[in-house]
Every structure is written in C-alpha cells, then in structure tokens.
C-alpha cells in the first residue's frame, strides 16, 4: 500500500469521524432545546401556581382580591396597593409564560393558554381599572394582546386605546 491510499483511507476515517460527531452534536442541541423549553413550561406555571396559592391560602388576601374585582373603588389605600401589586404580579407572570413560549420555540398553542386566564382578569371592574390605569408599565406586543382581549370582552379597546383612536 502506497501513502496515497493510505493518506486517502485516513480522509475518509476522519470525514466519517466528523460527521458521526456532527450528527451527536445536532442529537445533544435537540436534546437540550427540549430541556430548555420543558424549564421555561415549568418556570412560567410555577409563577402563576405561586400567585394563585397566595390567594387560595389566605382568606384575608382572597377577600381583598374578590373585592377589589368587583368594585376596586371599594378597598382602602392599603388594599389598593395590595391589589394593584396582585394584579400586577398576575399579569407580569402571564406576560413572562407567554413570551416563554414565543422566546424558547414552544408552539403559538402554549401561549394561547394563557389567554382565558388573561380573559377573566381583564373582564373583572378591578382587571379593567388595572389595565387602563397601569398598562404602560408592559411590554408593546403583551399591550396589543390585552387590547385586542378588550376588544373581545366589551367591544372597545382600553381608554388609552380609545382616546388614542
């Protein structure tokens, strides 16, 4: 055997050694967008498991909250902060799973499940005094999304929306 065949034979070992390499590299980066995209799952419903066990779990904060959708006109100073610190961390929480899901590759149906919840918080008096009070404290895209749940809900938009229209 000349060294040209055998230069030619470790050519064709070490193309094979790279593609068999590339091919465990591509297996490992699937692998591990699969791990990144199960934690940002997790991530996004621990945070809105966290904010409803704090309701749940004291009938003090679940009065305030009940009330506070109702009528938000109703509660003292301190439960207005309160509130609007809940309904904050509510609409920040589902803001963040939403765009878990756009950011980590997840199908448009995960953050699609978001939007009932998001519903039920924008339908109530407190939900609608929130977003037309604070709404600029939130991203542009995660605005629209309310806006056009507005548009479904009263067939109107937020009054920053309207006077802008």
């Not at 009330?67 to 609409?91: C, K, V, W």
């Not at 950011?103 to 149906?109: A, D, K």
């Amino acid at each position: 055997m000349n060294w040209e065949a055998i230069g030619a034979v470790g050519e064709i070992v070490g193309a094979l050694a790279v593609l068999v390499t590339l091919v465990y590299l591509a297996m490992q980066i699937r692998q591990n967008t699969k791990s990144v995209q199960a934690a940002a799952v997790d991530s996004a419903n621990s945070q809105v498991s966290k904010i409803r066990e704090v309701i749940f779990a004291d009938v003090d904060v679940a009065n305030m909250y009940r009330r506070g959708n109702e009528d938000p006109a109703s509660l003292s100073q301190d439960d207005t902060i309160r509130y609007r610190l809940l309904i904050h961390n509510i609409m920040l929480a589902l803001s963040n799973s939403i765009t878990q899901a756009s950011v980590s590759g997840l199908s448009e149906s995960m953050s699609q499940v978001e939007l009932p919840i998001l519903g039920r918080v924008v339908a109530t008096a407190g939900g609608r005094w929130f977003w037309d009070t604070y709404r600029h404290e939130f991203e542009k895209s995660f605005q629209g999304l309310i806006d056009d749940l507005y548009l479904d809900i009263y067939d109107e938009g937020p009054e920053e929306v309207k006077s802008a229209a």
